[in-house]
């Protein structure tokens, strides 16, 4: 028996499907008032599972902020290392410097001035 090209696999594979697919879409006539069936399956419709809510997250305190970002390049300072207006400095260059959002930099300047102790 003569082995048959991939490419030619394929396309009698493409014609077998359309040839099947079509028979059952010819075979439901137009006039037809009649709903077809659903197909059974073993999915769970939408309706019949309860719906999950995902719980409110708090939102993340200044000092989990400057855990998170400033963690990623260098080990994380102490917020007595430095004074209030030391911070902002830093907090100005790392903000551009690391991407930090705005709302967040401010949460984590907050945080830092806070706990700076001078």
């Known amino acids: 028996m003569k082995k ?17 697919l079509g028979g059952t879409v010819a075979s439901v006539r137009a006039d037809d008032t009649t709903a077809a069936a659903p197909a059974a399956t073993n999915a769970v419709s939408p309706a019949a599972t309860p719906a999950v809510t995902k719980p409110a997250r708090a939102p993340l305190t200044g000092a989990e902020l ?3 970002h400033c963690n990623r390049c260098h080990p994380e300072r102490y917020p007595t290392e430095r004074t209030a207006a030391q911070w902002k400095t830093i907090m100005l260059h790392m903000q551009i410097r690391a991407s930090i959002p705005a709302k967040q930099s401010r949460l984590i300047l907050q945080y830092l001035q806070e706990n700076s102790g001078r």
């Open 66 to 68: 400057y855990s998170m």
């Open 4 to 20: 048959l090209p991939p490419a030619k696999i394929i396309t009698i594979a493409a014609a077998l499907a359309i040839l099947l």
